[in-house]
């Protein structure tokens, strides 16, 4: 009778598995551009920029919505806001002046939350920032996490009912921390209503891409990889989008 039991709990197993993995890969054969997705003017695309962002994080999805305005009609207006105008360092080094504070900046349409050295720890504490990114991505059309960032956006209540991801070494802490979170593992990217939560390191172009061809069509995605000398290819990337 165990052995049978046993049997039976490896089969269940195996098709929980299988299910979870063909769940992913049906997403990449869908036509993701809808006539209706596309904007009929400039969107506004906040990129949150604290002390330690990760270069990579920061400039994937800078570089890719910038690059929007030489595709599409009305392409995206990028810039960087943070707590203050004062420069902000990056993890890697680098210092960059913000261009808006929190005080200042304008409309966001699309909220991009790129990881940072503490948004596992301190960052949760920080009230100006939970309560900044909670107004402006409750407002906003869609948010974007890179990496660590889905902490902040889950802090902030905005990731509550639906599924998402996070870095991968990081799922285990993230299940931890918000264990009423359905959280995804082994994609680059999950989109689920307004949000994309991402992997993020190099895989940060992904989901970056992906809100392009979301928008704007696949040629407008194609075009904006070609400059960058990306190959993009939605089908051959691993996503969720759940029905």
């Known amino acids: 009778m165990n052995r049978v039991l046993f049997c039976l709990a490896v089969f269940a197993l195996a098709v929980s598995c299988q299910t979870s993995k063909e769940e992913t890969l049906m997403q990449t054969s869908i036509e993701v551009f809808k006539a209706e997705n596309e904007p009929d003017e400039t969107l506004n ?10 270069n990579s994080e920061l400039m994937a999805p800078y570089d890719i919505f910038q690059h ?22 990056t993890f890697e080094g680098i210092n960059l002046i913000p261009d ?4 200042d900046v304008p409309e966001i349409d699309v909220l991009v939350v790129p990881s940072a050295e503490h948004n596992m720890d301190t960052d949760l504490e920080d009230e100006q920032l939970i309560s900044f990114v909670k107004e ?17 956006l889950a ?4 990731l509550d009912g639906l599924k998402c991801t996070t870095f991968p070494s990081d ?25 994309i939560t991402s992997a993020g390191g190099a895989k940060s172009y ?17 075009g904006v990889g070609k400059g960058l000398v990306i190959d993009w290819k939605l089908e051959e990337i691993d996503f969720v989008i759940p029905q």
């Open 45 to 54: 695309v906040g990129i949150l920029a604290i002390n330690g962002v990760y």
């Open 68 to 89: 929007t305005i030489f595709h599409t009609h009305k392409g995206m207006k990028v810039f960087i806001v943070s707590p203050t105008k004062e420069a902000i360092r």
């Open 100 to 103: 808006y504070d929190f005080e």
């Open 136 to 152: 402006k991505g409750s407002a906003a059309r869609y948010i974007m996490s890179l990496c660590d960032g889905a902490f902040i």
């Open 155 to 158: 802090q902030a209540g905005l």
């Open 171 to 195: 799922i285990d802490r993230f299940k931890e921390t918000f264990p009423h979170l359905d959280v995804r593992k082994d994609i680059s990217f999950v989109h689920d209503g307004k949000a």
């Open 206 to 222: 992904d989901p970056a891409l992906y809100l392009v061809e979301y928008l704007y069509g696949e040629k407008a995605a194609i």
